[in-house]
């Protein structure tokens, strides 16, 4: 027991009350012994380590590289020096382009944060637009019969095409603004680097290394500048993409799910392997979500009482449970179920880390897994999809069709269904 007390320097507070003063006394002294070992043991492989460092630091000067100079046509070493030689720029021209490029690359960088302000305000505008209107229409509680279906869908896409139309106009408007405000930002930092130059000139020499940290500094802002508006139109392109498939305004199941008779409800469903499951929704109850999930009892009843009335894990206007939907699995049952599928299969198991679900899909070298936040009143990606979707199979699809991100280029093709009877997803809808 005392040895493994001082391998772990750890005693129970149960064990360590029944002993009495001296016992404690000695107890405490080992483990001051024990410590001090430690210390004493570690501080000499430091020691040892610091003189191998060493060594292999004489060994590399000993053996360092050689120098050698590049001869010209003459057999003498080779000298350029800079404003001779044909086609060469004068000093003063290479200060003015340099003071030029930091201050317009300056003035892009104010510009590009501006923008980022600027399109995140726009974005949040029309989102709040949209779900105004969402809401607009839900406390109507319209009832739309069968034959104002098509009057009401094409509500639903002019509302959107206007809407659509009235933030690309506010985003031209304010690129027009950034643009504008990053060409005088521009001058403003020329002039500025122009004077501090002058006033710097009649006490500084040229200097070669500053030359050349700036010429490195312009490379990696370029980089830089690069990768970010590359980000910027994925972005764009992914939003863009969201509204017009009608992901993002999540009207689309208000006006599918209303008015339906039983006929072409029928005629609207699709055939699915797995059997339709018929599902009774408890009445909910007073219910406060813990703030992380700390068990599978937990997880079930907040499926049953968060999920269920937003249709998570069913086929769009049925009611059978999707092919991909599986229940709470761990990552290793996932990837056993996909070892022996295609790249681009996949499927959606219930997460027991967060609040949401767990996206497992099958790539080429191996798996990859997604968390989809469910916290809320929609479900997106954790930090690599910006879009909102209403419902779980909105996300789905949505990515049948859109890859998940740029670098990996996921796309859902081939669900992964049940292999297990009963399903592993029975406990949730029981």
Not at 164 to 176: A, L, V, Y
Not at 337 to 342: P, Q, V, Y
């Amino acid at each position: 027991m005392l040895q493994q007390i001082l391998r772990d320097m750890y005693i129970d507070p149960e064990l360590l009350a029944e002993l009495n003063d001296e016992q404690k006394h000695i107890l405490f002294y080992k483990m001051r012994e024990e410590q001090v070992r430690r210390w004493r043991e570690r501080e000499e492989k430091m020691g040892e380590e610091e003189a191998a460092l060493k060594r292999m630091a004489r060994l590399r000067l000993k053996n360092g590289k050689r120098v050698q100079w590049l001869r010209g046509n003459d057999g003498e070493v080779w000298v350029w020096i800079m404003g001779e030689a044909l086609g060469d720029k004068p000093y003063d021209q290479i200060s003015e382009e340099l003071m030029a490029e930091r201050a317009r690359q300056q003035a892009q960088k104010e510009a590009d944060e501006l923008w980022k302000k600027k399109e995140a305000e726009i974005t949040q505008k029309f989102r709040d637009a949209m779900a105004k209107e969402k809401a607009r229409i839900v406390a109507e509680k319209w009832k739309i019969e069968t034959e104002d279906r098509k009057a009401a869908k094409l509500m639903e896409e002019k509302i959107q095409e206007e809407l659509k139309k009235r933030e690309e106009e506010e985003r031209q408007r304010g690129e027009e603004q950034i643009r504008q405000q990053e060409g005088r930002r521009a001058q403003e930092l020329y002039l500025s680097l122009k004077q501090a130059q002058q006033c710097s000139q009649h006490n500084e020499k040229e200097d070669p290394e500053w030359i050349e940290q700036l010429r490195r500094s312009k490379a990696a802002d370029e980089e830089r500048s690069h990768k970010a508006r590359r980000a910027r139109d994925e972005y764009r392109r992914q939003s863009l993409r969201a509204i017009q498939k009608g992901k993002v305004a999540g009207l689309s199941n208000l006006f599918q799910g209303a008015g339906l008779s039983n006929e072409q409800e029928a005629k609207l469903a699709v055939t699915c392997p797995v059997p339709p499951l018929t599902v009774k929704v408890p009445a909910r109850k007073a219910w406060e979500r813990p703030p992380r999930p700390f068990s599978r009892e937990v997880i079930i009843q907040w499926f049953k009482v968060e999920q269920l009335p937003r249709r998570a894990g069913f086929e769009r206007n049925t009611n059978t449970i999707a092919p991909w939907f599986h229940g709470i699995i761990s990552r290793q049952e996932a990837e056993e179920l996909l070892m022996n599928k295609s790249e681009g299969a996949f499927l959606v198991r219930v997460s027991e880390k967060i609040w949401g679900y767990a996206l497992s899909y099958r790539h080429q070298s191996g798996f990859k897994h997604f968390l989809v936040d469910a916290s809320g009143d929609f479900y997106s990606f954790l930090g690599v999809d910006p879009n909102r979707h209403a419902t779980l199979t909105d996300l789905i699809d949505f990515h049948k069709e859109e890859i998940i991100t740029s670098s990996g280029g996921e796309l859902l093709l081939d669900p992964c269904s049940q292999t297990k009877s009963p399903p592993d997803y029975n406990p949730l809808f029981e």
